[in-house]
């Protein structure tokens, strides 16, 4: 079956033989799909630029059951893909629908979250509001979203109260430490409900939050993206530290 030619984001490529490229393709209509692009490798091709991690192609493909094979790419009149150190954000959220989406399951709203995200990273918003809402937005996705609104017990969420968020139940008052949970502030459940994380504590508890609950659906899975970060901001301090 042929898949006509319309607006998908690359998420990932790696070499595949000689000369092609396999692709990790995200569709509004047809979710992530493996395709094969063959020759895409050859300094000859002139489309091998449009096959870029976040970048939004146009493109279409003979569908098969496991890897279809890719017929054709043009650009979308869209701005490039972020650059620079916000490159590193789209490789990580590239790597989380990689590894959290099945293929083939079409998630259209998804899709128009991951263009949100994209398109902010490549303007001036803040990058960590950009990757917590997408973070949680993805959980909704794919049917874990946060209670944010209220305890475990249906009690409105307190902003001057502390929580334990447990992964499997949601916020309880924080009374000590709890196994499997995250301390997290009311403030910052209701930030995020409202999905205005911008205070530096809600940010930081945002994130230690989400990172919890993606590490539970990741099953203990590393993500490259975040050893790759750790890797340049240990190289970046410890060449500081010799100025």
């Not at 395709?35 to 489309?47: C, F, P, V, Y």
């Not at 590490?215 to 901001?233: A, D, M, N, Q, T």
Request: hydrophobic letters at 35%.
């Amino acid at each position: 079956m042929r898949v006509a030619l319309h607006p998908c984001y690359i998420l990932h490529n790696r070499a595949y033989r000689e000369t092609s490229l396999l692709l990790d393709v995200f569709s509004r209509q047809h979710g992530r799909v493996g395709l094969i692009a063959k020759g895409g490798r050859t300094q000859k091709n002139h489309k091998r630029a449009l096959l870029q991690p976040g970048r939004r192609v146009n493109i279409s493909w003979t569908a098969r059951r496991e890897l279809g094979a890719l017929i054709s790419v043009e650009p979308c009149q869209t701005d490039a893909p972020p650059g620079g150190g916000r490159l590193l954000s789209v490789f990580y959220i590239n790597e989380l629908l990689v590894k959290l989406l099945h293929k083939h399951e079409a998630h259209p709203e998804l899709f128009d979250v991951y263009d949100e995200a994209i398109t902010g990273l490549s303007g001036g918003a803040s990058e960590q509001v950009i990757l917590r809402l997408f973070e949680k937005r993805l959980l909704e996705a794919l049917g874990y979203g946060l209670a944010l609104d209220s305890d475990v017990e249906g009690n409105p969420i307190k902003p001057n109260e502390d929580y334990n968020y447990r992964i499997e139940q949601g916020p309880v008052l924080y009374e000590t430490p709890l196994e499997n949970s995250v301390r997290v502030s009311g403030q910052t459940l209701l930030a995020l409900s409202k999905e205005n994380p911008g205070k530096d504590r809600v940010l930081n508890e945002a994130k230690q939050l989400m990172r919890m609950m993606i590490g539970h659906l990741l099953g203990g899975r590393p993500l490259v993206s975040r050893e790759l970060y750790k890797y340049i901001l240990s190289t970046h301090t410890e060449k500081a530290g010799r100025k």
